[in-house]
């Protein structure tokens, strides 16, 4: 399908871009992503992938906008304070980009709607808190073969990896992450606090990954974890080896 003049001029900066162009920025809005949590890390995620021109935005959140979130959580602000997130976050989309079509799932993303939700789309970016959710959506991902780009952020540290455990050389999250840890051991956000400027870099990174994913652009982060510091100002990356005994993609193979 050809571009309108608007989206000519609104995607410019990327057909200029050899490795993108008009068949890359075509790729994009034919896209479907899913994103888990409507939050810190999803707000970016949101706003930087329908900016891109992302044809088809997935959100998945049951909570409402609370002013405690307006530190960090940039997509909400503070006249929707009291309104889901996923209205509110719809709302703000619909004012970046025209162009993306946005699904609402004002629902808990679990055990028995997981598969459903993601076999819908093409690429999972996940920035919840829960470890519970983490397992769930990461075994959906595997079992559907979609690829996952998830983020999580500490006080002052952050963590991004893109998850391909449905192929057999390349990790999934339990394969990083077995189990969760103890209750009390990690605390989340409320009870530790997070450096909101933190949530930004991160979830503009998943975006990025995300972008690279259904690009084909560059190295994928898929078998890497990338580690930020945010007091130093430092990146490092760890290698994330398959697990051959992993409970979830271990039978893949």
């Known amino acids: 399908m050809p571009f309108t003049d608007a989206q000519i001029d609104r995607y410019a900066r990327h057909l ?3 490795e993108i162009g008009g068949a890359g920025q075509q790729k994009l809005l034919a896209t479907r992503v899913l994103v888990v949590g409507a939050g810190g890390l999803g707000a970016p995620v949101l706003l930087y992938l329908a900016a891109a021109g992302v044809g088809t935005l997935g959100i998945v959140d049951f909570d409402t906008v609370d002013l405690s979130n307006l530190q960090r959580q940039i997509i909400h602000d503070t006249d929707n304070v009291g309104l889901s997130k996923t209205e509110s976050a719809a709302k703000a989309l619909a004012r970046v980009n025209p162009d993306v079509k946005v699904v609402l799932h004002n629902e808990k993303l679990d055990a028995g709607n997981a598969r459903a939700l993601i076999s819908q789309y093409d690429i999972v970016a996940d920035g919840t808190d829960s470890f ?21 952020v500490g006080q002052f540290d952050g963590q991004l990896a893109t998850w391909r455990g449905f192929e057999k050389d390349k990790p999934c999250y339990q394969c990083f992450m077995p189990e ?32 690279k994913e259904v690009l084909y652009l560059g190295e994928t982060m898929a078998g890497r974890l ?8 430092a990146f490092r990356t760890v290698r994330v080896p398959p697990d051959p005994e992993c409970a979830v993609c271990g039978r893949m193979g």
């Open 16 to 18: 200029i871009l050899k």
């Open 132 to 152: 519970a959710t983490r397992f769930i959506v990461n075994e959906a991902c595997v079992l559907e073969k979609k690829p996952l780009v998830s983020a999580a």
């Open 180 to 211: 969760a840890p103890p209750p009390g051991m990690v605390p989340t956000c409320e009870q530790a606090g997070v450096l909101g400027a933190l949530t930004g870099v991160m979830g503009s990174l998943q975006a990025l990954e995300v972008i």
């Open 226 to 233: 990338l580690i930020y510091d945010a007091l130093s100002t």
